[in-house]
């Protein structure tokens, strides 16, 4: 059987192989993972090499007994994320490259950057998707619940340095496809464009082979959500402590501006903060609140906030939204379903 191209991150203290042709692996360190490997100090060299040069090449070992290919994964703003390296007889030619897709995200901000290649190894069109300052949504499937999926808004939420994750999840992607993808993770702290210091997650994600006819996972949490769903009423997870969007549990809700990074009007915000935030220790709490539309203007909707436990400890908070009645707009104090002057 021809050697398989091993996917090595490189952003930690020691090279780690991620992904074996396009089966993940769990940041294994690459002294471990080619400890019988007669070969492992120049393949070593060949992946240092690499990431120095952000260039691909080949390379033959000491005894002229094997040839090493590399190929770096890049981040469009020029940090190499990892390394592919394959290794064989000279005169054997290596199998298709699997194309891993690198992601950046600032934790901080809230917001991503993804390379086309990880756009289209997630199911999405690199020509329509935005690849900068996307919404942490934009990259969780909607509409489904993975059994690992937890963990990951867990990972989001409770953010912290050098911290790694590693995945796969099976999903139907934008075109109504079965598919499933591994990815990788570590936290790192970097200094921004304004010299303070972000944490930011840099990632990478590869389409995994399916073995067996694909059925789309009918987990029970998947069914109770669909019979939950109600039409003009959506569902989401997000981060209390600063309103991130993590995951659309319905469709997106079309009446805000979701994918910027979501501020609530100003008075909204103090109320929130006075009455909501007490209330959401007993549990869950309600209000109409102004959030920002597509048109610069502040939009008033419904909005039920409960208490959602995650890993670990970890709290999120699931959202229910909708647009608010003439009652509830009177209660509040507004006239009008629409106003100007969002940020």
């Known amino acids: 059987m021809p ?3 091993l996917l090595v991150e490189t952003l930690g203290s020691e090279p780690v192989v991620v992904a074996q042709g396009r089966q993940m692996k769990n940041f294994v360190p690459i002294t471990d993972f080619l400890r019988r490997n007669p070969n492992l100090a120049a393949i070593r060299t060949a992946v240092a090499e690499t990431v120095a040069g952000r260039e691909s090449m080949t390379s033959i070992t000491p005894k002229n007994s094997r040839v090493i290919r590399t190929e770096p994964v890049t981040m469009s703003d020029g940090r190499v994320h990892g390394v592919q390296v394959w290794y064989g007889p000279p005169d054997a030619e290596p199998p298709e490259r699997p194309i891993p897709g690198p992601l950046k995200w600032d934790l901080t901000l809230g ?3 993804g390379s086309p290649e990880y756009l289209a190894n997630a199911g999405m069109d690199p020509a329509v998707e935005p ?3 996307r919404a942490f949504a934009e990259d969780i499937p909607a509409r489904s619940l993975n059994q690992d999926e937890s963990k ?7 953010a912290a340095p050098d911290r790694t994750y590693c995945t796969t ?3 139907t992607d934008k075109q109504g496809n079965f598919r499933r993808v591994g990815w990788c993770a570590r936290t790192l702290m970097e ?3 304004d010299g303070t210091e972000h944490l930011v997650a840099r990632a990478m994600n590869l389409v995994e082979e399916i073995h067996e006819t694909p059925v789309t996972p009918d987990h029970l949490a998947n069914r109770i959500v669909d019979g939950l769903a109600e039409p003009g009423v959506y569902r989401a997870i997000v981060d209390l402590k600063n ?3 993590l995951k659309w549990i319905d469709d997106p809700c079309p009446y805000y501006n979701w994918r910027g990074r979501v501020q609530m009007h100003p008075a909204d915000y103090e109320h929130y903060s006075a009455r909501m935030t007490d209330e959401l220790r007993s549990g869950t709490t309600s209000a109409v609140l102004r959030l920002p539309d597509h048109d610069g203007r502040w939009v008033p909707l419904q909005v039920t906030i409960a208490t959602l436990k995650l890993e670990d400890g970890v709290s999120a908070g699931l959202v229910t939204l909708r647009l ?3 009652d509830e707009l009177a209660e509040a104090g507004l006239t009008d379903s629409v106003t100007d002057g969002a940020p």
């Open 169 to 171: 999840w099976g999903f």
């Open 191 to 193: 200094p921004a464009e």
């Open 152 to 158: 990951a808004l867990s990972w989001a939420i409770d």
């Open 3 to 5: 050697q398989e191209w």
């Open 243 to 245: 309103w991130t969007l």
């Open 111 to 113: 917001e991503g950057t």
């Open 324 to 326: 608010a009645t003439a």
């Open 131 to 133: 690849t900068s300052h």
